[in-house]
Nanobody, 128 residues
């Protein structure tokens, strides 16, 4: 069974940090672009960051630039999202997704239709 599983979410105070993990089972991630998305209550899902299959290219939404860092360890078959200086507006369910190289070819980094596999999400709550 092909599956992505997110972990690492939780409750954190403003200014705090969390590291999310996205682990794959049933397939290897090293041929896939991986994207992180989030969805807050009452809002549409939005792209947060993505990383190319090699890890050589990364992209970030303007709202998280300078605070979030995406990375991957293809040996561990895992992608990470390090989130620093968290703000209440970062509160959301965070999802990881895997897609093909056309995401970078087309520069459609956060087009959800280009992602083939999705995790079930992990809740991140930033609150004092």
């Amino acid at each position: 069974q092909l599956q992505l599983v997110e972990s690492g979410g939780g409750l954190v105070q403003p200014g705090g940090s969390l590291r999310l993990s996205c682990a794959a089972s049933g397939f290897t991630l090293d041929n896939y672009v991986i994207g992180w998305f989030r969805q807050a209550p009452g809002k549409e899902r939005e792209g947060v960051s993505c990383i190319s299959s090699s890890g050589g290219n990364t992209n970030y939404a303007d709202s998280v630039k300078g605070r979030f860092t995406i990375s991957r360890d293809n040996v561990k078959n895992t992608v990470y999202l390090q989130m620093n200086s968290l703000k209440p507006e970062d509160t959301a369910v965070y999802y990881c997704a895997a897609g093909g190289p056309e995401i970078y070819y087309k520069r459609s980094y956060y087009s959800t239709s280009l992602y083939d596999y999705w995790g079930q999400g992990t809740q991140v709550t930033v609150s004092s």
